[in-house]
């Protein structure tokens, strides 16, 4: 009826593979029941723990996984960090504490139970339009990454949300990094990698300058030939990374 609209661009149309983790069996019922639901979700599995549903996800077979955060033996945050990136992941958790907005480990969305089937409508939409994009955009140019306003990193037991421009810079020890923020004495530990870090962190204003520190580029008060200066401590620029940085000062000129 309308031959003009032949070119329009065709929207890839998208199916998910589904799991389901939480250790309380109705509430994964409910959860598992909300993907049935949905058209472009199909329910490949309801596990009531991480360690059973780990090598589905870790071999690729699932798409979207709705975690539960706090179970016994292995919980969702420690479980989240061996998702493979293809994997993308929405929390669930009965505990108000947790929901803090930025909440972003690795993490698509974060539910509160009990959870509405439009509040997981509306996380299931943001995974399929997140994994339409990626099908769309030409590896050539990668899809721009999202600014962060927060990250939220474990510290002792506890869940830390920092905002993304308080920090100053992120040093690497063997296992964990030292995230140092402005206005505070010590810097929060947490247990992670440089290279979790940097994907965090990546883009906008910070900069690899060493292999074991990231600068944001904002807090910089000296710059010499082989370090520069942040809030009196001074960080040395590697060799690897001077190239980057010097292409850094000339986009500032």
Do not use: W
Not at 7 to 27: F, G, N, Q, S, Y
Not at 191 to 206: H, N, P
Not at 228 to 243: H, M
Request: aromatic content about 8%.
């Amino acid at each position: 009826r309308h031959p003009h609209h032949s070119h329009e661009k065709i929207t890839v149309m998208i199916t998910l593979r589904c799991c389901v983790i939480d250790d309380e069996p109705l509430a994964a019922r409910l959860i598992g029941s909300y993907v049935e639901r949905t058209p472009f979700l199909s329910l490949e599995g309801v596990y009531n723990s991480a360690t059973d549903a780990a090598r589905p996800i870790i071999s690729g077979e699932i798409d979207l996984v709705f975690l539960d955060i706090e179970m016994p033996q292995l919980g969702g945050m420690e479980f989240a960090k061996i998702i493979p990136e293809t994997c993308k992941v929405v929390f669930t958790t009965a505990y108000d504490r947790y929901a803090v907005q930025g909440f972003r480990v690795n993490a698509l969305d974060y539910l509160l139970k009990p959870v509405s089937y439009d509040e997981f409508l509306e996380a299931a939409n943001r995974a399929v339009k997140e994994a339409t994009a990626r099908v769309e955009t030409p590896a050539s140019e990668p899809a721009p990454a999202q600014r962060r306003e927060f990250i939220v990193v474990k510290s002792e037991y506890r869940m830390l949300q920092i905002r993304v421009s308080d920090i100053q810079f992120v040093e690497g020890l063997k296992d964990y990094v030292k995230i140092y923020i402005a206005g505070q004495s010590r810097p929060v530990l947490t247990l992670m990698s440089m290279k979790a870090v940097e994907d965090l962190l990546c883009g906008g204003d910070f900069l690899r300058v060493h292999r074991s520190y990231l600068v944001n580029t904002r807090h910089i008060s000296v710059i010499e030939r082989n370090h520069l200066v942040i809030a009196d401590c001074p960080i040395p620029i590697s060799d690897s990374y001077r190239k980057a940085f010097a292409d850094y000062l000339a986009g500032l000129s």
